[in-house]
C-alpha cells in the first residue's frame, strides 16, 4: 500500500489534465442524468420535454467537439493512463455521431407508432443518449478493457432500443434475435481479448508488452486472438459472416431504431476498428496476419453478400439492411489503404451514407404512416400520389448508389481513389480486386435501388390508395426535404463537408 501513495498525487494530475478534453462527454454524462430525472418526474408526459432537451443538449455537446479540434492541432492527447485517445480522425467521428443524433433525436418523436407505444418516449430518449456516451467513447478508445466496456455500453443500449415496441411481435423478436447474437459475438471478442493479454501481459495498445508479446508468441495463437476480436467488431459493423443478424433486426426494429443501428454504431465501430489496426500496422515484427489481406477478403465478401442479397428483397426496410451490409464492405476498402487519404475518405463515405440512409429510411417511416406500405409492391403509384416525397427517396438512393451530382458519388470516388493511389504503389493484386469488385457491386446496387422509384412513378397502382387516419407526422417532411437539399448541396460542393471534417 505504501508503495502506491507515492503515484496518487501523479495520477490525479492526469485525470485532472485528461477531464480538460473529455468535455463533450461529460456533457454527454449531464444530459443523460437530465433525461433521466425528467422522464422520472414528467412519466409519459415527458416525450416532448426529453426531445427538446436531447435536441438542444447535442447541439452544446457538437459545439464542444469542434472546440476540441484546437486541442489536436499539434498532436493527439493521451487520456486516462493511455485508456482513450483524443486525435482530428477522433473528432470526425464523433461530429457525425453528433451530428446525425440530434436529427434522430426528431425522428423518433415523429414516428406514429413509437408514438403509439403505451410507456410514452422518455425512456427511449434516455437510452439514446446513454448510448451516444458509449459511442463517443468507442471512437477514442486506445485499450482492449475500454474498447470491450464501450461496446457493451452501445451493444446493451441497441438491444433495448430494437426491442422497444415489445408488444409487437416483430420488434420483441428483433430485440430476441439481436440479444442472442450480440452475447455470442460478446463471448468471442471477451475471449480474443483474454488471449491477447494472456500472450502479452498487456492491454494497453501504447503499453510496451502487448506488441512485442504477442509477436513472440506462437503465431496461429496470436492470430486466432486478434482474429476473434475483430469478429467481436464485425458483429458492430455487420460485415460478413458477421452480418446474420442485420436483415431480421432491421426489418423487426422500429425504424428509427433501425437508422440508429444502421448509422451511429456503424461509423464508432470504424473508428474503433482503425483504432485498433493502426499499432499492429506500425509494428514491424508482426508478421501473424496480413491485415490488408484480411480486411480486403472482409470487404470483397461483404460487397458481394450484400448487394446480390438486396436484388431479392420485397420488404424495403430488409432490402437498405442488406444494403448497409454492402456499404460496410465498401467502406472497408478505406480501410485497406492505412493512410491518412484513406481515412479521410472514410470519414466522409460514412457521412454521406449516413445522409442519404437517414433520408431513405425517413421516408419509410411517411409512406408506412401515410399508406401503411412496407413492401415495393405497396409502393405502386405513390409518387403521383406524393410528388415531394417520392423525389426525395429517388434522390437518396441516387446517392445511395453513387451516382455524380451528390455526395455519395464524392464519397465512391474518394474511396476509389485512395484505394487506386495504394494500389499505383504496390500493386497489390488484393488492392485490384477490391477495385473490381467495388465498381462492379455499384452497378449491381443500382439494380435494386431503381425498383423503388419504377414502382413509385411507373407502376401503377391495382387498387385506390388508402391513406390512414392519422397519416405521417407534418414535421416529418421537412427534415426529408432538408437531408435530400444536403444529399445535392454536398455533392456539388464536398468542400463544405471536407472542411468540417
Given amino acids: ?16 489534465t485528461s477531464l480538460r478534453s473529455f468535455v463533450p462527454e461529460l456533457c454527454l454524462s449531464g444530459l443523460f442524468l437530465l433525461v433521466f430525472l425528467t422522464d422520472l418526474i414528467a412519466g409519459k408526459q415527458s416525450a416532448w420535454l426529453c426531445r427538446s432537451l436531447v435536441s438542444a443538449g447535442l447541439l452544446v455537446v457538437l459545439f464542444t467537439d469542434l472546440q476540441q479540434v484546437a486541442l489536436v492541432l499539434r498532436e493527439a492527447k493521451v487520456l486516462f493512463g493511455n485508456t482513450l485517445i483524443l486525435t482530428r480522425t477522433a473528432i470526425s467521428f464523433k461530429l457525425i455521431i453528433d451530428f446525425f443524433a440530434v436529427f434522430l433525436a ?37 485499450n482492449l478493457l475500454m474498447l470491450f466496456l464501450s461496446v457493451e455500453m452501445v451493444s446493451l443500449a441497441s438491444y433495448l432500443l430494437a426491442a422497444y415496441r415489445s408488444e409487437s411481435g416483430f420488434s420483441a423478436e428483433a430485440g430476441l434475435k439481436y440479444v442472442l447474437f450480440g452475447a455470442v459475438s460478446s463471448a468471442v471478442m471477451l475471449y480474443g481479448i483474454s488471449l491477447i493479454y494472456s500472450l502479452s501481459g498487456s492491454l494497453n495498445y501504447l503499453g510496451s508488452n502487448m506488441l512485442p508479446g504477442l509477436a ?4 496461429v495463437l496470436a492470430g486466432l486472438a486478434v482474429v476473434l476480436t475483430l469478429a467481436g467488431l464485425g458483429f458492430k459493423l455487420s460485415f460478413t459472416p458477421m452480418h446474420f443478424w442485420a436483415p431480421d433486426v432491421y426489418q423487426g426494429a422500429p425504424t428509427p431504431v433501425t437508422a440508429y443501428l444502421s448509422i451511429l454504431p456503424k461509423a464508432s465501430g470504424f473508428a474503433l476498428l ?19 489481406v484480411l480486411i480486403s477478403v472482409i470487404a470483397i465478401a461483404s460487397m458481394i453478400v450484400g448487394n446480390f442479397a438486396a436484388i431479392w428483397q420485397k420488404n424495403i426496410k430488409r432490402m437498405l439492411a442488406y444494403s448497409s451490409i454492402g456499404h460496410t464492405g465498401f467502406l472497408l476498402m478505406a480501410v485497406t489503404t492505412f493512410t491518412a487519404q484513406g481515412i479521410r ?21 411517411y409512406f408506412s404512416d401515410e399508406t401503411n406500405a412496407e413492401d415495393l409492391e405497396a409502393y405502386r403509384g405513390l409518387g403521383l400520389k406524393y410528388p415531394v416525397a417520392a423525389v426525395c427517396f429517388t434522390i437518396s438512393l441516387i446517392s445511395l448508389t453513387g451516382l455524380p451530382a451528390t455526395v455519395g458519388f464524392n464519397g465512391k470516388l474518394l474511396v476509389f481513389s485512395s484505394v487506386y493511389s495504394i494500389y499505383q504503389q504496390n500493386h497489390s493484386i488484393w488492392l485490384l480486386l477490391l477495385l473490381i469488385t467495388g465498381a462492379l457491386t455499384t452497378v449491381v446496387s443500382l439494380f435494386y435501388y431503381i425498383k423503388v422509384p419504377l414502382y413509385l412513378f411507373i407502376k401503377k397502382a391495382e387498387k385506390v390508395i388508402e391513406e390512414t387516419e392519422e397519416g405521417a407526422a407534418p414535421s416529418l417532411l421537412p427534415i426529408i426535404i432538408i437531408l435530400s437539399f444536403l444529399v445535392i ?3 456539388i460542393f464536398p468542400d463544405f463537408l471536407s472542411f468540417l471534417l
Fill in 1 to 16: 500500500m505504501n508503495e502506491l501513495l507515492p503515484l496518487i498525487p501523479g495520477q490525479l494530475e492526469d485525470v485532472l
Fill in 106 to 142: 426528431l425522428y423518433v418523436g415523429l414516428d406514429r407508432k413509437l408514438e403509439q407505444h403505451p410507456k410514452g418516449l422518455g425512456d427511449l430518449y434516455t437510452i439514446i443518449t446513454a448510448s451516444l456516451l458509449g459511442l463517443h467513447l468507442m471512437t477514442m478508445s486506445f
Fill in 216 to 219: 513472440a508468441a506462437n503465431p
Fill in 274 to 292: 482503425t483504432n485498433f489496426l493502426i499499432p499492429f500496422l506500425v509494428y514491424e515484427r508482426w508478421h501473424a496476419i496480413d491485415f490488408r
Fill in 345 to 365: 475518405s472514410l470519414t466522409f463515405y460514412i457521412a454521406a451514407y449516413a445522409i442519404a440512409n437517414l433520408a431513405a429510411l425517413m421516408l419509410v417511416t
Fill in 489 to 491: 448541396l454536398l455533392g
